[in-house]
């Protein structure tokens, strides 16, 4: 009988007891609690808000033309931050980059392009696929309480995508 010959391991068969696979590494959001502000830093938001001597878009008509990336960062189609109002808290979507240094600066402008795959809206928000399909199915989930997914399938005929 002949002796029972052990192929190299793989590095994933290599690892350690104990230690799962390493994710693969992606530079994540980050997310300002608003109750670990101080009272000095708010009030040093508030002044820098009211020494503000820009005056911000208020339509997409008055913002469609206007510099890219955006450079209102405090406008809610702003893809850079997240703004919860409800726990306080701010989510830089992009901590590792400038706001000058985005490819993608305003959700309107996405929006336009149309139709795109996840790993293409996930790559612009700086979310995994996987995250960016669960945000879809809530989205039409709450659509379809509202009764407005009806109204769409009546409007251009059935969409299995919705049933």
């Known amino acids: 009988m002949e002796p029972v010959r052990k192929l ?20 994540r959001p980050r997310t300002i609690a608003g109750r670990r502000l101080s009272r000095a830093e708010i009030a040093e938001g508030v002044r820098l808000a009211d020494d ?8 997409r008509a008055q913002c ?8 209102f960062v405090s406008c809610k189609y702003h893809l850079y931050l997240d703004v919860k109002t409800d726990t306080n808290s701010i989510k830089l979507n992009f901590p590792h980059l400038e706001v000058w240094e985005l490819e993608h600066s305003c959700s309107l402008d996405v ?13 612009i928000m700086n979310l995994t696929r996987e995250r960016v399909r669960q945000v879809e199915v809530a989205g039409i989930e709450k659509l379809r ?10 409007v251009f005929g059935v969409n299995r995508k919705f049933e």
């Open 8 to 27: 190299p391991m793989s590095d994933a068969e290599a690892q350690p007891i104990g230690q799962g696979r390493q994710r693969k590494s992606r530079n």
């Open 52 to 59: 503000m001597w820009y005056e911000r878009p208020q339509s």
């Open 64 to 71: 469609v033309d206007g510099p890219r990336p955006c450079p």
């Open 111 to 123: 929006a336009e392009r149309g139709g795109m795959t996840l790993e293409d809206v996930g790559h």
């Open 145 to 154: 309480e509202t009764g407005l997914i009806g109204d769409i399938d009546r």
